[in-house]
């Protein structure tokens, strides 16, 4: 099982879909530099296929709760929740922080 932290800086514009994904053993925090972003969390992914070992894409989320995120939000994503980022007509910088660590056994 992998373990650790990665962080990036993504720059995005117009983007209308992401279709929403789910991380089992990752946990994203989202720091917002410039700009804004629509973040749509929870809910129900729908249509999920397995994009990678622990990790699930989907063509939509239904139920979920939209959020508009400005610079200087921050937004915690905890492990399982799924969660997109759309910025129709906008564009966003921000930081990602992607903290993994393996799955507990209960």
């Keep these: 099982d992998h373990v650790g932290t990665r962080l990036t800086i993504q720059h995005e514009k117009n983007v209308t879909s992401t279709g929403g994904e789910v991380h089992a053993e990752t946990d994203d925090l989202f720091v917002i530099l410039e ?23 989907g063509t939509g989320i239904r139920g979920g709760r939209e959020v508009t995120l400005n610079k200087g939000d921050v ?32």
Excluded: D, Y
């Excluded at 700009?35 to 894409?57: D, H, N, R």
């Excluded at 994503?77 to 393996?102: C, F, S």
């Design 35 to 57: 700009g804004s972003t629509t973040l749509m969390v929870g809910g129900t992914l729908e249509g999920p296929t397995t994009s990678a070992p622990g990790e699930w894409k």
């Design 75 to 106: 937004a915690f994503i905890p492990r399982g929740t799924p969660h997109r980022r759309t910025t129709p007509n906008q564009e966003v910088t921000l930081m990602v922080i992607k903290a993994t660590t393996p799955a507990m056994s209960k």
